[in-house]
């Protein structure tokens, strides 16, 4: 069965230095979208990681990187 959770999450720079530490609510069986910049500030004009934390199942991350151009690209998601 689904169920909602909170998922920590870490922002990392491109040194490994944390950002920022934070949490996402999930909704079971919903979707959620945002850009880095929007919700994390700290992020803008940045380069790094963000490490989702979590033991649950049935939950997966897309991600994109945008130039503004217009053209745009996924990310590989790297796993422990």
């Given at each position: 069965?689904f169920?909602?959770?909170?998922m920590?999450?870490?922002i990392?720079?491109?040194?490994?230095?944390?950002?920022?530490?934070d949490?996402?609510?999930?909704?079971?069986?919903?979707?959620?979208?945002?850009?880095?910049?929007?919700?994390?500030?700290?992020?803008?004009?940045k380069?790094?990681?963000?490490?989702?934390?979590?033991?649950?199942?049935?939950?997966s991350?897309?991600?994109?990187?945008?130039?503004?151009?217009?053209?745009?690209?996924?990310?590989?998601?790297?796993e422990?």
């Amino acid at each position: 069965s689904f169920s909602n959770v909170t998922m920590p999450i870490t922002i990392y720079d491109e040194n490994g230095a944390v950002l920022k530490a934070d949490s996402i609510a999930l909704t079971a069986g919903r979707k959620l979208a945002f850009a880095l910049s929007e919700r994390w500030a700290e992020t803008n004009g940045k380069r790094g990681s963000i490490h989702f934390h979590g033991s649950f199942d049935y939950w997966s991350v897309l991600g994109f990187r945008f130039h503004p151009s217009g053209a745009f690209t996924t990310i590989n998601v790297m796993e422990p």
